[in-house]
């Protein structure tokens, strides 16, 4: 009775703080702008084949149509009401991609923007993705229904009403974030709007929210929120579930406001994480590799069951919100999956993988002033379809980074090593570095501008394994280069500068 009783307690305690994932998967990936109807056939063509815990999705509530400029991406981070009915389709869309993706084990993650409406100068009509009608300039949301009554605006004390001062803490959370109309969340009745909104779609089956803007919330108005939400559904969750909650915090040291101060309400967005292995990746600063031996904590980073981490998201490989130009993307493929390798490797916080859609970039002094395009589109602003091509890349100017080979198989890698200690480091003092994951897995990277010969212990079993960065096994074969470890758990490792994909990665799963 006891120890069942102190399970209960553990498991209370861990609550928001656990992803939820179904067992043995270890990382989500966001499909950033994904209609739902695709997302529910890539859960059960890929995502749940290749060992995908989840999916982020784009915010899916109704939102204001903004046509200057066409329709941008962020039209998606302006509510007009908490209807499920946006450019990645209608409520009974988002019900059945919820289903299906559960079906198969792969749990869906909501984008809640909850801080704010939309933009305080946007015109008035019924220019949503429902066809709601709103007013912005008088503060009007019947949909909701919001009225003036429901915003900061008597308790923000800047001129503009918007922030103009990172190191004002009141201003950060009681003023408009870019002009959009900033949420009494102190208040009981947007709380419950809010609450309501969240736990319908908890009816629905999804498993958990990442907090939009949560920096700019009153970290006790969000944990107001979080302690009233329902269990999460008893169809594919076990009773007394409680939903993972990560908040999007940008804290790269400065300001007064810490994302230690969200712990409380569950984890954490870590934007350190991605700024500083860009510019160790780059070798910015006098950066190395070898540095790495220390990563996470030891770098300065929140604990790791508190961080979410990521290499990019969709602000930062825009040059938005935190990093800025070292953040490494799609656009930088040889480096990025370099990082993404180590990102899925090292384990250090819960991993979320960014999959992108190309757009036009167009720098001018530094700043692509293209970076607001959205989603590849039809002429009627409909979002186009996810279309696979017969090398399983996608098609219609979606990237689709979490189809590579070389992230889909470290995604494998870490389910393979979950739970098994960082061990087995070994650098050559510069950008070569390797390290295991106990018994289970055992990855070494080339970064340097020459080539690397070694032999190393990789703490695995004796044995050939096939690495599955170039190449993976298939059934008895290897379309890859073979490592073979020696009784001793030594292995030798040859990789030249001028491989497409400078690292290799070898795990149990993947041993011949």
Known sequence: MGICLLLLIVGICWGQYSPNTFSGRTSIVHLFEWRWVDIALECERYLAPSGFGGVQISPPNENVIITDPWQPWWERYQPVSYKLCTRSGNETEFRDMVTRCNNVGVHIYVDAVINHMCGANTSAGDHATCGSYFNAKTEDFPAVPYSVWDFNDGKCKSKSGDIENYDDISQVRNCRLNNLLDLALEKDYVRSKIVKYLNYLIDTG???????????????????????????????????????????????????????????????????????????????????????????????????????????????????????????????????????????????????????????????????????????????????????????????????????????????????????????????????????????????????????????????????????????????????????????????????????DPFIAIHVDAKL
């Open 206 to 500: 999804v498993a958990g929210f990442r907090i939009d803007a949560a920096k700019h919330m009153w970290p006790e108005d969000v944990k107001a929120i979080v302690d009233n939400l329902n269990d999460l559904n008893t169809k594919w969750f076990p009773a007394g579930t409680k939903p993972f909650i990560y908040q999007e915090v940008i804290d790269l040291g400065g300001e007064p406001i810490k994302g230690s101060d969200y712990f409380g309400n569950g984890r954490v967005t870590e934007f350190k994480y991605g700024a500083k292995l860009g510019t160790v990746m780059r070798k910015w600063n006098g950066e190395k590799m070898a540095y790495l031996r220390n990563w996470g904590e030891g770098w300065g980073f929140m604990p790791s069951d508190r961080a979410l981490v990521f290499v990019d998201n969709h602000d930062s490989q825009r040059g938005h919100g935190a990093g800025g130009a070292s953040i490494l993307t799609f656009w930088d493929a040889r480096l990025y999956k370099m990082a993404v390798g180590f990102m899925l490797a090292h384990p250090y916080g819960f991993t979320r993988v960014m999959s992108s859609f190309r757009w036009p970039r167009y720098f001018v002094n530094g700043k692509d002033i293209n970076d607001w395009v959205g989603p590849p589109s039809n002429s009627d602003g409909s979002i186009k379809p996810v279309t696979i091509n017969a090398d399983t890349t996608c098609g219609n100017d979606w990237v689709c980074e979490h189809r590579w080979r070389q992230i889909k198989n470290m995604v494998i890698f870490r389910n393979v090593v979950d739970g098994q200690p960082f061990s087995n480091w070994w650098d050559s003092g510069s950008n070569q570095v390797a390290f295991g994951r106990g018994n289970k897995g055992f990855i070494i990277f080339n970064n340097d501008d020459w080539s690397l010969n070694v032999t190393l212990q990789t703490g695995l079993p004796a044995g050939s394994y096939c690495d599955v960065i170039s190449g993976q096994k298939n059934g008895d074969c290897c379309t890859a280069t073979e490592v073979h470890v020696a009784d001793d758990g030594m292995a030798n490792f040859l990789i030249s500068n001028q491989d497409k």
